[in-house]
């Protein structure tokens, strides 16, 4: 079952801006993470923030974590054209590494 | 070496054909994982290996059919499938297992198309 769930957003930004995009899931969780998948590729793990953490940063990526409203964004800071992509948000249900992802957020960064 | 290696990366075949995709990993991993995803929507599990062992069958159709020969090697078999099987199909694996939280490495996929 598809559990985190991403807002349903295009998202085109010029380069040099912030992207931000959000997700949101129902039930309890292990732990949250963020994958990037380029046209057409395969998947890319970004980072992943555990259920006892709140923020979490790795290079230009910030994620948060709100487990009470039980939602995470992912915000890339000074976007290039390299980040055009479609980003995924993916739960362990299970805590057996058996992820559920999101619908994706597609962002294009216009250059 | 951290690559995820998938082969054929595009495939035709035909709703009577047997065909298979297979994946290789030579980090040490020690789950595999097969994954389908549709144009435009999210990956799906489809099957997980575990130390060589199948753990996890996410009520696949079976005319899917996984192998795993040895702990680098994951194939998927495929048999009378449909054309609503075309799709993405995506390998990863992760190095711990089923162990929550190890990240799992995807290959570039196989697109697989049923005339």
């Known amino acids: 079952s598809q559990q985190g769930e991403e807002d349903p957003q295009a998202l085109s930004i010029q380069e040099g801006e912030n992207a931000t995009m959000n997700c949101s899931y129902k039930t309890s969780i292990n732990n949250l993470q963020w994958y990037r998948q380029n046209s057409g590729r395969g998947l890319v793990h970004l980072i992943l923030?555990?259920?006892?953490?709140r923020e979490k940063h790795s290079g230009r990526l910030r994620v948060t974590l709100d487990t009470s409203k039980k939602s995470s964004s992912l915000l890339i800071t000074a976007s290039r054209a390299a980040d055009t992509a479609s980003y995924f948000c993916a739960t362990d249900l299970y805590g057996n590494n058996r992820l559920a992802f999101g619908k994706g957020n597609q962002v294009v960064v216009i250059p | 070496d951290t690559e995820v290696t998938q082969t054929p990366k595009h495939l035709v075949m035909g709703m009577t054909n047997k065909k298979s995709l297979k994946c290789e990993q030579h980090m040490g991993h020690r789950a595999m994982y097969w994954y389908k995803q549709k144009a435009k929507k999210p990956p799906e599990l489809m099957f997980v290996?575990?130390?060589?062992?199948?753990?996890i069958n996410e009520s696949v159709p079976s005319r899917f059919s996984p192998e795993c020969p040895n702990s680098s090697l994951l194939n998927l078999h495929l048999h009378a499938l449909q054309p609503e099987d075309s799709a993405l199909y995506l390998c990863a694996s992760s190095p711990l297992g089923l162990r929550s939280g190890n990240t799992i490495y995807f290959g570039e996929g196989s697109w697989l198309t049923v005339v």
């Open positions: 290996y575990s130390y060589e062992k199948l753990s």
């Open positions: 923030i555990r259920s006892n953490e």
